[in-house]
């Protein structure tokens, strides 16, 4: 009989501390109902005490799903578990998720304490965030620069405290694959009690090593994996949770098993990248665009005879479609919302319709609609409450002349209208909307997705700008990557702009 390897997805919570990738509510609630039928056993919904936007969203997240375990992040802090405890009183099943950095890098610079100090913290936590829920997962953060002995001894005294799951995170992303399984093998011949609970992993890539200390952590005992849709996640990102998937689903031999549907990956790997305004990059493994793409000949030739010569998994076992319907301006209301069904997005008919129209109008610019063209079409509505919109945008450059842009917007229904000349188009634009918006802003970064499906592809625009000392995120995705622009820096402005 497999083994159960438990997915704890944290997508919602670390994964969304990427700057200018924040969610609001109901963009959670979406995402929680696409991990639930993708079949994650716990979602890390949040840090409630960390704001009241977290802790709304792990109270709505109780409510949203029905048999994943919701789980609220805290330290060992009674405060945190209290207001943690709170956030999930609603849930079905609900976990503490709570802890204290155990590293001597922790313990003597983070905290100016001691390893018996810290001891207690850890075991004062768990008995506290017993008291409000059965289900309690402590986590050693920088357990991956922490001696095993001493580790060893924390996960000891939690278990016997009532954790029922210890999280070994290798927070830096330090440990080399065979460091981290052997880490995980030495807590499991050495804990007393150590198959009361759940050993886990939580791995990061600074080092590009997530996914491989993950399978290591595995094959030496640890039964949950906490990964991130995509692999996002602070710096260098967290474990792939279709990565650690896939490699399982492989290697029948090792005969651990998950819950995962993987025909659901790729439709929410989409997903998530374009609510979260993360792109994902082309040779991403599993879901990136090239992912299942022969350009060399002998390996187009190996794969028409045979699929297996070149490609270890079937690209419909992670939901992509060699025969997917094509989307053109020919294309029905039906056609569109099958590609959203496969996607995991439901639209009721009143949005479908208004997605339709702006897809009819896209269709006319394009040849062909791709997934994240369509993604972008329903997010699109997110910037209708905006104060401020553009209007129009007039634009004249060429060689040898200089670039003079035209710009109206409406503010708060009244329009304001500039016109500046720049170093190129784009430089102009934003020179005329400056104009209109008299605030001391500067732009820390310009990032144009790269077009390579053809020069009437969508342009996508992520920008950062600058406000009093503050970052603000914009984003826009446009044929016109002039109007992506301007629209990615308006979308800033609307968040520091009231």
């Not at 109902?33 to 997240?61: H, M, N, Q, T, W």
């Not at 313990?107 to 409000?132: G, W």
């Not at 079409?377 to 104060?387: C, I, K």
Request: net charge negative; charged share 25%.
């Amino acid at each position: 009989m497999a083994d159960r390897l438990f997915i704890f997805d944290t997508t919602l919570r670390d994964g969304e501390q990427v700057p200018g990738c924040q969610l609001n509510t109901v963009e959670k609630i979406q995402v929680a109902r696409a991990l639930e039928e993708l079949g994650v056993d716990v979602i890390e919904a949040g840090f409630p005490v960390s704001s009241p936007g977290d802790f709304k969203s792990v109270v709505e997240l109780t409510k949203a799903v029905t048999w994943p375990t919701i789980c609220a992040l805290t330290r060992a802090v009674e405060k945190d578990i209290e207001v943690a405890a709170e956030a999930l009183k609603a849930a079905k099943r609900g976990r503490i998720h709570t802890g204290i950095g155990t590293s001597d890098y922790h313990i003597k610079h983070k905290f100016n304490s001691n390893q018996d100090e810290i001891l207690e913290r850890a075991i004062a936590a768990t008995k506290y965030a017993k008291k409000y829920v059965e289900d309690v997962e402590f986590y050693c953060e920088d357990a991956g620069r922490t001696d095993n002995e001493y580790l060893a001894k924390v996960v000891e005294a939690v278990i016997k405290a009532g954790a029922t799951v210890v999280n070994i995170p290798d927070t830096t992303g330090y440990c080399l694959p065979d460091e981290y399984g052997a880490k995980i093998k030495y807590l499991m011949e050495h804990v007393d009690g150590v198959h009361k609970a759940i050993i886990s992993t939580h791995c990061h890539n600074d080092l590009g090593m997530a996914t491989a200390n993950t399978v290591q952590g595995v094959l030496n005992g640890a039964r949950q994996v906490e990964v991130t849709i995509n692999g996002i996640g602070e710096r260098a990102g967290n474990t792939s949770l279709e990565e650690v998937v896939m490699i399982f689903k492989s290697h029948k031999e090792r005969n651990i098993e998950t819950n995962i549907n993987t025909s659901k990956i790729y439709g929410i790997s989409r997903m998530v990248s374009s609510l979260m305004n993360m792109p994902v990059q082309p040779n991403k493994a599993i879901v990136g665009r090239n992912a299942f793409a022969h350009s060399s000949g002998i390996h187009q030739d190996g794969v028409l005879k045979n699929r297996e010569s070149y490609e270890i998994i079937d690209p419909k076992d992670v939901g992509i479609d060699d025969n997917a319907i094509v989307l053109t301006a020919r294309s029905g209301r039906a056609a569109l919302k099958h590609r959203l069904n496969v996607l995991g997005v439901k639209l009721d008919s009143d949005k479908l319709d208004k997605v339709y129209e702006a897809f009819l109008k896209l269709a006319d610019r394009k040849k062909d609609i791709n997934d994240d063209d369509v993604l972008m079409l329903v997010g699109e509505d997110r910037t209708s409450t905006h104060r401020i919109k553009v209007d129009y945008l007039q634009v004249t450059s060429g060689v040898g002349v200089k670039s003079v842009a035209s710009v109206c917007l409406d503010i708060a229904g009244e329009k304001f209208e500039a016109a500046a000349s720049g170093n190129g188009p784009v430089d102009a634009a934003i020179k005329a909307v400056k104009s209109i918006i008299h605030r001391q802003m500067t732009i820390q970064e310009f990032l144009i997705q790269a077009i390579d499906r053809g020069s009437d592809d969508v342009g996508k625009v992520h920008m950062q700008v600058e406000f009093e000392g503050n970052m603000y995120y914009g984003f826009s995705a446009n044929t016109d990557i002039i109007a992506a622009s301007v629209e990615a820096f308006v979308d800033a402005i609307n968040k520091f702009v009231k």
